[in-house]
């Protein structure tokens, strides 16, 4: 680090400074702020006027103090020891801040984002002589017990000649494992940590079509609304929706290999309940701790707002960086309305003009740019691997036309939108079917035809059609009641009852109910279409529904959810039989 290059501040407003004559500093520069050394970011070069923002709290900070430049973007530290760590905006790991300054951060307290006296046990994957490429493993080691930790020559060499290479054995996180000649001669020694700045995506051979699906074991998100593996989504909700526990889910559940969860101007006491979840629970792929293949990232709402602006980015870069070793990474942001709300405080501190709701008029730019550092992409290191990013939404009052909700859906091809109502009702996951949808399920329709059934999205159609003509009827309901409707009207108010309640609800507390294999929530949708195409011949032939529902056979299909376990659907075939038995009754009684 330089400490030659300096500057005098003399205008302080919250975390944004200005510096006077200060023309050496460059865009996005890493700098130390006062004495106590704040870490800031240079975000303006006008003239010889120089701000920046600081990511730490500036009261009592006074003009006449030096700022030191770096040289240097702001970097995360990308290697071994990221998973099963907690960070805060700007990756300091909070538990080793704990160990030194109690409860409460200290300003100016700094500590290593990787343990550099932990040695870790390395497999070397090259030898002297080799020629090694950009994103090329040099290095492996067992991170945790569910992640092998793939080390990789920095993209920002694109190719050398291996001249030495150290034993397999143990290594720190500095130590020096390979030493490479680069094209000009000189020689440069490999760690396994590399440094990479948070607003630069790091680079990939090309991007893949969006065709297999993040199963994520919610009926409602993986056959309704489902999400791409790379895919983008956004949960908009108010207060008390169940934005968060979405998320949780969809972390405990999914199929990702690695999660990257990003507390981002939540309260903290959410972020307290997710350490003490994602601590206790076992990983249902690996029997292992959840912790063993995540990363947290807390920045609570009373820390420094523009150390949650640069959390996003923090978050991103580490996911990119599992992304590029071959693993399928799925972000959880909780919740960028709260870092929307973070680039309005630091815009109107530099006093930029506002655009709608006092929001900076790069608001859309900014989402768009973080969106699209989603995607499955071939990448350097062979093979194949994805970042998918689920972002929270939370609009004052639940208004989805807010700015933030507004410009999310221009860039987001899945939006799962919360409703109070149903929360209120204790349906979970309290996803608006109505208001929700997937653009990616057209595009993943050939894998479900393969993988799952050929039927899958002929069902699927069939649901969702007959949940828009129960929104259709209720129009109806609501003004004269149900019992004026004719038959087969009632029975469609009947299924989509069943599908609601049997299908659409689940229960987060249920062992068969939680996490849903594909193959069971294809036959669910199976048993209740049979039941429904029964009782529509039924109907046809004259039956009154009010024989049917004498019945307790639609009641009986709602509980298949709990009464067939998941490793247990040849049971199914009992229910088809029971649905036929039901069909032989009616005709009995009526005959």
Same mark, same amino acid.
């Given at each position: 680090?330089?400490?030659?290059?300096?500057?005098?501040?003399?205008?302080?407003?919250?975390?944004?400074?200005?510096?006077?004559?200060?023309?050496?500093?460059?865009?996005?520069?890493?700098?130390?702020?006062?004495?106590?050394?704040?870490?800031?970011?240079?975000?303006?070069?006008?003239?010889?006027?120089?701000?920046?923002?600081?990511?730490?709290?500036?009261?009592?900070?006074?003009?006449?103090?030096?700022?030191?430049?770096?040289?240097?973007?702001?970097?995360?530290?990308?290697?071994?020891?990221?998973?099963?760590?907690?960070?805060?905006?700007?990756?300091?790991?909070?538990?080793?801040?704990?160990?030194?300054?109690?409860?409460?951060?200290?300003?100016?307290?700094?500590?290593?984002?990787?343990?550099?006296?932990?040695?870790?046990?390395?497999?070397?994957?090259?030898?002297?002589?080799?020629?090694?490429?950009?994103?090329?493993?040099?290095?492996?080691?067992?991170?945790?017990?569910?992640?092998?930790?793939?080390?990789?020559?920095?993209?920002?060499?694109?190719?050398?000649?291996?001249?030495?290479?150290?034993?397999?054995?143990?290594?720190?996180?500095?130590?020096?494992?390979?030493?490479?000649?680069?094209?000009?001669?000189?020689?440069?020694?490999?760690?396994?940590?590399?440094?990479?700045?948070?607003?630069?995506?790091?680079?990939?051979?090309?991007?893949?079509?969006?065709?297999?699906?993040?199963?994520?074991?919610?009926?409602?998100?993986?056959?309704?609304?489902?999400?791409?593996?790379?895919?983008?989504?956004?949960?908009?909700?108010?207060?008390?929706?169940?934005?968060?526990?979405?998320?949780?889910?969809?972390?405990?559940?999914?199929?990702?290999?690695?999660?990257?969860?990003?507390?981002?101007?939540?309260?903290?006491?959410?972020?307290?309940?997710?350490?003490?979840?994602?601590?206790?629970?076992?990983?249902?792929?690996?029997?292992?701790?959840?912790?063993?293949?995540?990363?947290?990232?807390?920045?609570?709402?009373?820390?420094?707002?523009?150390?949650?602006?640069?959390?996003?980015?923090?978050?991103?870069?580490?996911?990119?960086?599992?992304?590029?070793?071959?693993?399928?990474?799925?972000?959880?942001?909780?919740?960028?309305?709260?870092?929307?709300?973070?680039?309005?405080?630091?815009?109107?501190?530099?006093?930029?003009?506002?655009?709608?709701?006092?929001?900076?008029?790069?608001?859309?730019?900014?989402?768009?740019?973080?969106?699209?550092?989603?995607?499955?992409?071939?990448?350097?290191?062979?093979?194949?691997?994805?970042?998918?990013?689920?972002?929270?939404?939370?609009?004052?009052?639940?208004?989805?036309?807010?700015?933030?909700?507004?410009?999310?859906?221009?860039?987001?091809?899945?939006?799962?939108?919360?409703?109070?109502?149903?929360?209120?009702?204790?349906?979970?996951?309290?996803?608006?079917?109505?208001?929700?949808?997937?653009?990616?399920?057209?595009?993943?329709?050939?894998?479900?035809?393969?993988?799952?059934?050929?039927?899958?999205?002929?069902?699927?159609?069939?649901?969702?059609?007959?949940?828009?003509?129960?929104?259709?009827?209720?129009?109806? %309901?609501?003004? @004269?009641?149900? /019992?004026?409707?004719? #038959?087969?009207?009632? =029975?469609?108010? *009947?299924?989509? &009852?069943? $599908?609601?309640?049997?299908?659409?609800?689940?229960?987060?507390?249920?062992?068969?109910?939680?996490?849903?294999?594909?193959?069971?929530?294809?036959?669910?949708?199976?048993?209740?279409?049979?039941?429904?195409?029964?009782?529509?011949?039924?109907?046809?032939?004259?039956?009154?529904?009010?024989?049917?529902?004498?019945?307790?056979?639609?009641?009986? %299909?709602?509980? @298949?959810?709990? /009464?067939?376990?998941? #490793?247990?659907?040849? =049971?199914?075939? *009992?229910?088809? &039989?029971? $649905?036929?038995?039901?069909?032989?009754?009616?005709?009995?009684?009526?005959?």
């Amino acid at each position: 680090m330089s400490t030659q290059k300096t500057g005098v501040i003399y205008g302080i407003n919250g975390p944004v400074i200005y510096l006077k004559n200060a023309t050496g500093f460059r865009m996005s520069e890493m700098v130390y702020v006062g004495k106590e050394r704040l870490v800031g970011e240079v975000i303006s070069l006008k003239g010889d006027t120089t701000t920046v923002q600081v990511y730490e709290e500036t009261s009592g900070m006074k003009p006449g103090e030096l700022v030191y430049g770096t040289d240097e973007a702001i970097f995360v530290t990308l290697g071994p020891g990221i998973l099963n760590n907690i960070y805060d905006g700007i990756q300091r790991p909070l538990e080793k801040i704990a160990e030194t300054s109690g409860k409460y951060i200290t300003r100016g307290v700094n500590a290593s984002a990787l343990d550099e006296t932990r040695k870790w046990d390395v497999k070397m994957k090259v030898h002297a002589g080799d020629t090694i490429t950009a994103g090329q493993v040099i290095a492996e080691t067992q991170e945790t017990p569910s992640i092998l930790h793939r080390s990789m020559m920095t993209p920002l060499i694109a190719k050398a000649v291996v001249k030495e290479v150290k034993p397999d054995g143990p290594y720190t996180v500095t130590e020096p494992i390979v030493t490479v000649e680069l094209p000009d001669g000189t020689t440069r020694e490999l760690t396994l940590a590399q440094k990479w700045p948070i607003r630069v995506a790091r680079p990939y051979i090309r991007r893949l079509a969006a065709i297999e699906p993040l199963v994520t074991g919610q009926r409602v998100l993986d056959t309704i609304f489902p999400l791409s593996r790379g895919g983008t989504a956004a949960i908009p909700g108010g207060f008390g929706t169940g934005k968060t526990m979405t998320q949780h889910s969809i972390a405990k559940f999914s199929d990702a290999n690695v999660i990257i969860y990003i507390g981002c101007g939540e309260r903290g006491n959410e972020m307290t309940e997710v350490l003490e979840d994602f601590s206790r629970l076992e990983d249902p792929k690996t029997g292992n701790k959840l912790m063993a293949r995540t990363s947290l990232i807390a920045n609570t709402s009373n820390m420094p707002v523009a150390a949650r602006e640069a959390s996003i980015y923090t978050g991103l870069t580490m996911a990119e960086y599992y992304r590029d070793m071959g693993y399928d990474v799925a972000i959880m942001a909780d919740s960028t309305s709260r870092w929307a709300e973070a680039l309005r405080e630091l815009s109107g501190r530099m006093e930029e003009m506002p655009a709608e709701e006092g929001y900076p008029a790069y608001l859309a730019s900014r989402l768009s740019a973080f969106y699209e550092r989603a995607g499955m992409m071939d990448v350097l290191s062979g093979g194949r691997g994805s970042v998918s990013i689920i972002g929270a939404v939370s609009p004052q009052g639940g208004d989805f036309s807010e700015p933030v909700t507004m410009n999310t859906k221009r860039f987001v091809r899945c939006f799962w939108g919360l409703d109070k109502q149903l929360a209120y009702a204790r349906h979970y996951p309290a996803i608006n079917w109505m208001e929700s949808y997937s653009e990616n399920a057209n595009d993943m329709a050939p894998w479900f035809k393969k993988n799952v059934d050929p039927k899958f999205m002929e069902d699927r159609t069939q649901i969702i059609a007959i949940l828009h003509a129960e929104n259709k009827l209720m129009e109806t %309901v609501k003004l @004269i009641g149900s /019992d004026v409707l004719p #038959d087969d009207q009632k =029975l469609t108010l *009947e299924i989509a &009852r069943v $599908i609601r309640v049997g299908f659409l609800q689940q229960n987060a507390f249920h062992k068969d109910d939680q996490n849903v294999p594909l193959k069971k929530q294809f036959l669910m949708m199976e048993t209740i279409l049979h039941l429904y195409r029964v009782s529509k011949k039924l109907v046809a032939q004259g039956h009154p529904m009010s024989v049917l529902k004498a019945e307790d056979i639609f009641d009986k %299909v709602i509980a @298949i959810k709990y /009464d067939i376990p998941n #490793d247990h659907l040849e =049971l199914f075939d *009992e229910y088809s &039989r029971k $649905i036929e038995a039901f069909y032989q009754t009616v005709m009995k009684k009526n005959a």
